[in-house]
C-alpha cells in the first residue's frame, strides 16, 4: 500500500463504522487514509468541504465518498477539485425500497433515483458490491461499464474482539445452535424463517434471532430466543462462536440477485456453516468451494429440511465451516480487499 503520496480523504454524514467503505478505511490505516464528518445539511456541507479544499488544497490523490452517502458526490467534485470516488456498494433507490411497508411516495422515488443517477455520473469512479451490481447500476443510470469497479465488502476484523462475557443467550450446545442476524426487511425473509422455526419445533435444535425489532407480528417456535436490543461487536462475536449455523436471507426479493448480506462475510470469518438459499453473487463467490449450505429455495420447508439435514450430520458445520474460512483467507481478508480499494483508486 505504498502508491500514495498523501492520505486519501473519507468523506461521509455518518461514523465510519456505519458504511460498508469503513472496511477499507480502517484497513488502510490513519497513514493511508483520513476521515471527514460531513454536516448533513446543505450549508453544513457547503462549508465543511471548502473547509476542506482549504486544508489540503489541490492533490492527485482521491477523495472517497463512503456509501450510503451519494449526495456528497456531486459537491465535493465541484469543491475539492480532486477525483471522487463513491464507494456506493449499491443504489439508494433500490435499497429504500426494503422497508417493510415499502409504501414511498412518487416524490421520494424520483429524488432517491436522481441522486443516485447524479452520484454517478458525478464521480470518476463507483464501487459496487458485485458484478450484477455493475450490471444493474449501468443499464439503469446509463453509466459506461469502465467507470464501475466491484468488490467485496468484507468484514472490518479490527472491531470483532471475542468476549469472555458468561452470559449466554443460547441453550444447551448439544442441540443445534442456528443464528439469524439482521434487519427486518422485507428482504429478511423473518416471516419464512418463523414459519421454519415452528415445524422444527420437535427437532434438537435452538433458534437464536437477532434484529432490529421485537418481532411481536410473527410467531416462533418454543425452541427460538429472540434479541431485540443493541449488542457491542465484543458480544456479537459470542453469539457467532456459540453458533452451528448462520443463517441468509430468505425472501424472494430481485435485489438479492444482486447482493451479497454482510452476514455471509461474517460467517465466513467466524468459520460458520452459512445456510442459504442461491443467488448469483453468491454462487459467482463461492464458486465450488463447497463453503456454503444452499437450500432448494426459500420456502420454509427448504430452510426445515436443511437443517434435519445438518443435525443429522453435524460433520457439515465443521467441513463448510472450514471450507469457508479457506474461502475467505484467500481473498476477503481486510488486508486484501483494503489493498485492492487502493489499487482502484490510484489506478
Known amino acids: 500500500m505504498d502508491q500514495i503520496k498523501h492520505p486519501l480523504l473519507f468523506l461521509s454524514f455518518l461514523d465510519p463504522g456505519y ?18 464528518k460531513i454536516n448533513n445539511s446543505f450549508l453544513g456541507m457547503l462549508s465543511d468541504l471548502i473547509k476542506i479544499r482549504k486544508n489540503y ?13 451519494h449526495k456528497i458526490t456531486m459537491f465535493a467534485k465541484l469543491i475539492l477539485k480532486r477525483r471522487i470516488i463513491l464507494d456506493a456498494g449499491w443504489s439508494l433507490s433500490e435499497s429504500t425500497n426494503t422497508h417493510k411497508s415499502q409504501i414511498k411516495d412518487n416524490f421520494g422515488v424520483l429524488r432517491d ?6 452520484a454517478f455520473h458525478s464521480a470518476s469512479k463507483v464501487l459496487l458490491e458485485s458484478e450484477e451490481q455493475v450490471s444493474y447500476v449501468s443499464r439503469k443510470f446509463l453509466v459506461k461499464s469502465k467507470k464501475l469497479h466491484f468488490i467485496y465488502t468484507g468484514v472490518n476484523e479490527k472491531e470483532f474482539s471475542f468476549s469472555h462475557s458468561t452470559r449466554s443467550e443460547l441453550n444447551n450446545k448439544e442441540r443445534l445452535q442456528v443464528l439469524f442476524r439482521g434487519k427486518y426487511n422485507s428482504e429478511s425473509g423473518l416471516p419464512e424463517i418463523a414459519e421454519a422455526t415452528l415445524l422444527l419445533e420437535d427437532e434438537p435444535i435452538d433458534f437464536l434471532i437477532h434484529t432490529n425489532s421485537n418481532l411481536k407480528e410473527l410467531a416462533f417456535s418454543s425452541n427460538t430466543k429472540i434479541i431485540s436490543r443493541f449488542i457491542e461487536n465484543s458480544e456479537m462475536a459470542l453469539l457467532y462462536e456459540n453458533s452451528d449455523v448462520c443463517l441468509g436471507q430468505f425472501s424472494n426479493k430481485a435485489r438479492l440477485n444482486r447482493t ?17 438459499p442461491r443467488t448469483d453473487p453468491l454462487i459467482s463467490l ?9 437450500t432448494k429455495g426459500n420456502l420454509p420447508e427448504h430452510l426445515a429440511e436443511a437443517l434435519k439435514i445438518i443435525n443429522n450430520d453435524r460433520s ?6 472450514r471450507n469457508g474460512k479457506k474461502l475467505y483467507n484467500t481473498k476477503l481478508t481486510q488486508k486484501q480487499l483494503s489493498q485492492k480499494f ?4 490510484c489506478s
Not at 57 to 69: K, R, T
Not at 316 to 321: F, N
Open 316 to 321: 457439515l458445520t465443521e467441513t463448510i465451516g
Open 57 to 69: 488544497g489541490d492533490s492527485e490523490e482521491a477523495a472517497i465518498v463512503m456509501s450510503p452517502c
Open 260 to 276: 451479497i448480506p454482510h452476514k455471509t462475510f461474517e460467517s465466513l470469518f467466524f468459520s460458520k456453516c452459512y445456510v442459504t
Open 113 to 118: 433515483w436522481l441522486i443516485d443517477f447524479i
Open 19 to 36: 458504511s460498508r467503505s469503513g472496511v477499507y478505511f480502517s484497513g488502510l490505516g490513519n497513514d493511508k487514509a483520513k476521515f471527514f
Open 286 to 294: 463461492v464458486s465450488g468451494t463447497k463453503s456454503v449450505y444452499f
Open 342 to 345: 487502493m489499487d482502484i483508486c
